[in-house]
Nanobody
Framework: QVQLVESGEPLVQPGGTLNLSCVASGFDFRAYTMSWYRQAPGKEREVVARVVAVGGTARYANFVTGRTTISRDNEKNTVYLKMEEMKPNDTAVYYC?????????WGQGIQVTVSS
C-alpha cells in the first residue's frame, strides 16, 4: 500500500532553515508528481510546492517563492523540502502527498513550529 513518511526538525528559529524529507513506498515513485502541503491552526490545508515526475520541474506557492526548494531523489524514493527565512506564520503541520488518481494520499504530517 502507499506509504509516505515525513521527517525533519520540529522546531526552527525565525530566520532559520527548514529541511524536510519524505520517503515513499508502495507505488512507482518515479512516475508521479510529489507535493508538499501545510496546514496552519485554524486554516485550510494549502499546497506549498510540487515537483513533477519527469525532469524535476518544480512549482511553488506565491508565499514561499524565492525561499523554498523542492527536490526529489528517484533512486531513494524521497522528496525533499527546504525552506529558508522561516517566519512564525510558517508554523504548521507539513504533509507529503501524491495523487494517484482518483485518490490523493497523505503522510502522517510533521508539526513544524517557528519560534525562538
Amino acid at each position: 500500500q502507499v506509504q509516505l513518511v515525513e521527517s525533519g526538525e520540529p522546531l526552527v528559529q525565525p530566520g532559520g532553515t527548514l529541511n524536510l524529507s519524505c520517503v515513499a513506498s508502495g507505488f512507482d515513485f518515479r512516475a508521479y508528481t510529489m507535493s508538499w502541503y501545510r496546514q496552519a491552526p485554524g486554516k485550510e490545508r494549502e499546497v506549498v510546492a510540487r515537483v513533477v515526475a519527469v525532469g524535476g520541474t518544480a512549482r511553488y506557492a506565491n508565499f514561499v517563492t524565492g525561499r523554498t526548494t523542492i527536490s526529489r531523489d528517484n533512486e531513494k524514493n524521497t522528496v525533499y523540502l527546504k525552506m529558508e527565512e522561516m517566519k512564525p506564520n510558517d508554523t504548521a503541520v507539513y504533509y507529503c502527498s501524491v495523487l494517484i488518481a482518483p485518490e490523493r494520499y497523505w503522510g502522517q504530517g510533521i508539526q513544524v513550529t517557528v519560534s525562538s
